[in-house]
């Protein structure tokens, strides 16, 4: 027992130090003394690939087993989603290749009925010794999205293609943007014409569902995807698969949406069925009539009323978590004049229909006049006439909600 944790503390040393590379013994050892589910420090561990899977073009990843025999058929230790490169380029492991992976080792337990599995996670691969082998990871064909598309119709419903293919195309709508947070990840639609707005299979456009692309994507931007292609069975979407790699080519046209009102807004959503949303975007210009969720800075987002009365305090549109820059999103107000660019949505709940664009992009438009009172500018004047103060600013006269009376 006393040379057991002799060695879990000489172990620890080295991840800490980096001043010693375990054998694969050394780092099963390490990491069956773990909880479920808890993981090592970074370590080095140097040992032979077995069990070797074939590269993965599509997550541009692979992977393997680690033992300290060239001939071992051991699967005691997984190398997960490795990524082996040389000279930048991908460079594929191969049964027999001696390597030093660099990562933490994850007891990984999915539920009580399954053994644990020491996984080394996303590890770096230092090729120490190679075996002679072909290392290719074979062509991968550029194809058009209505390639893509008519590849995918063929497919039956639920399967996926055993070929990978690189997509271009041009982002011509963003359902879900969670690359600024922790996730690194967007679900988009593209098509083949810069500037469309289409979102949907019938329109010509294919899904990138939760694509992993290289920088934050914007409307009208040129990608490329590397993916397999599947049909997924709800509904029968054309799209790529999870966590696909996405790389930005260049800036396109974004799609231009329809510019409306509030009134306009609210009638188009509550058209809609119940908690069905619109395919296009819109262009929503209003005040703000009630902030009712504060500027969150993690996620760059907040709630507000809109209407087109700038003297209501009762708002008709609700923008829900609309996204706003870390500049302009903690002095949003009461009396603001917003733009906000978002699909509609007749959200249901608790048997009431209510108008909503959900994460929407907002930006003001301009600040209310009650806030200028408060600022020491220049360019502002105030004015009383019959008891009633205004604001006269490069010559247009505003009252204190902000609304033009002249």
Known sequence: MRKFFAFVAAACMAMTMNAEVLTVAQAITLGNALE?????????????????????????????????????????????????????????VLAGD????????????????????LELMYPTVNFVEE???DRSIGEVTTITVTEALTIGSALASGATTDDTYDIVGYISQIDDDSYETSYKNMTFWI????????????????????????????????????????????????????????????????????????????????????????????????????????????YNNLSFYMTDDPTSTYGDLQCRRA?????EGPTLAAGDKVLIVGKLTNNFYNDKNTPQIYQGQ?????????????????KINKVIVDGVVYIVRDGKLFDVRGAQVR
């Open 323 to 327: 996204k706003m820059s870390a500049e």
């Open 131 to 133: 075996v002679p082998g």
């Open 191 to 298: 098509t083949d014409v810069s500037g469309s707005s289409a979102a949907t299979n019938a329109d010509g456009a294919f899904e990138v569902y939760r694509g992993k692309p290289d920088q934050h994507l914007e409307l009208g931007d040129k990608i490329q995807i590397t993916t397999k292609i599947q049909k997924y069975s709800k509904g029968d979407v054309i799209e790529s698969v999870s966590g696909a790699t996405v790389k930005f080519l260049e800036k396109g046209d974004a799609p231009t949406p329809e510019a409306i009102n509030v009134n306009q807004a609210v009638e188009i959503a509550l058209a809609l069925g119940d908690n069905e949303t619109t395919t296009a975007n819109y262009a929503v210009s209003g005040y703000v009539a009630k902030v009712y969720e504060e500027f969150n800075t993690q």
């Open 36 to 92: 479920d589910n808890a993981q090592t420090d970074t370590v080095e561990v140097q040992g032979y690939a077995v069990n070797v899977a074939k590269y993965d073009v599509g997550f541009g990843n692979q992977e393997f087993y680690l033992a300290d025999d060239a001939t071992s058929t051991s699967k005691d230790l997984m190398a997960f989603r490795a990524k082996p490169t040389k000279n930048d380029q991908p460079y594929p």
């Open 98 to 117: 001696k390597v030093i992976l660099r990562s933490v080792i994850k007891k990984y337990v999915k539920n009580e009925e399954t053994p644990a599995q």
């Open 362 to 378: 907002a930006t003001i438009e301009w600040k209310s006049a009650i806030e200028n009172i408060l600022l020491n500018d220049s």
